[in-house]
């Protein structure tokens, strides 16, 4: 069985760019979620969806950072403008309801 | 609130050797635990979960936990390690709040083997 697929792997661009990551959730799972991986501040939960509606956004870091999950299968995370201090990780995972989350293999941005 | 601690940033141990990883949780009902591995460079892959019954947890690649309700403790255990086990290790919690449900983590241990 697939997992979740992430893209792009390596992201690398300038301050001030637009920046889209993709995910594409277990086929079955009900929630998704967005995080952040730095070495300073360790794994953020960015953002979560269930049923394909954001229910929890409190860990966005500020209005620059927006998620859609227009369908069952698809979500992506926006940063425009993105900053030097945007560079990190990025993990998407899924779940079917209150069980175990299944990550993908991150994408790593990194922002000049 | 809850919360996720996992007292030790690194261990080292000897290939071979055998792991203990300490887990400890606050959390106000029966909680759903977990724990997770990260190679340098992957994602969190699961190594196991606890949702009820069975208080020892067996995993994959050998791993097993205990959960021990009185001290709030989600320890995971290998008897052997192997120097692919070398890799960083998180506890999490799951946490129902309002209307949503998601994990907290631990901040990680770092484990190192020895040859």
């Known amino acids: 069985d697939a997992g979740v697929i992430q893209s792009p792997r390596h992201e690398v661009t300038e301050m001030g760019q637009e920046v889209t990551l993709r995910c594409k959730p277990i086929?079955?799972?009900?929630?998704l979620f967005w995080y952040r991986q730095t070495m300073m501040r360790g794994l953020e939960l960015l953002i979560y969806?269930?049923?394909?509606?954001?229910?929890?956004d409190s860990g966005m870091p500020e209005d620059r950072f927006s998620a859609k999950m227009p369908n069952a299968s698809f979500s992506t995370l926006k940063i425009q403008p993105s900053e030097p201090r945007d560079s990190a990780v990025y993990f998407c995972?899924?779940?079917?309801?209150?069980?175990?989350?299944?990550f993908g293999p991150g994408t790593r941005l990194t922002v000049l | 609130a809850q919360s996720v601690t996992q007292p030790d940033i690194h261990i080292t141990v000897s290939e071979g050797a055998s792991l203990e990883l300490r887990c400890n949780y606050s959390?106000?009902?029966?909680?759903?635990l977990f724990w997770y591995v990260q190679s340098p460079g992957q994602g969190l892959q699961l190594l196991l979960k606890?949702?009820?019954?069975?208080?020892l947890v067996q995993g994959i690649k050998g791993f097993e936990a205990e959960f021990k309700r009185s001290q709030s403790s989600f320890n995971l255990r290998k008897p052997s390690v192997h120097w692919s086990d070398a890799a960083e290790y998180f506890c999490?919690?799951?946490?129902?709040?309002?209307?949503?449900?998601?994990?907290?983590f631990g901040s990680g241990t770092r484990l190192l083997v020895r040859p």
């Open positions: 999490a919690v799951g946490a129902a709040m309002d209307s949503s449900y998601k994990l907290i």
């Open positions: 606890y949702f009820s019954g069975d208080t």
């Open positions: 969806f269930n049923n394909n509606v954001p229910i929890d």
């Open positions: 995972a899924s779940s079917r309801d209150y069980s175990a989350q299944y």
């Open positions: 086929s079955g799972h009900n929630s």
């Open positions: 959390y106000g009902a029966t909680p759903y």
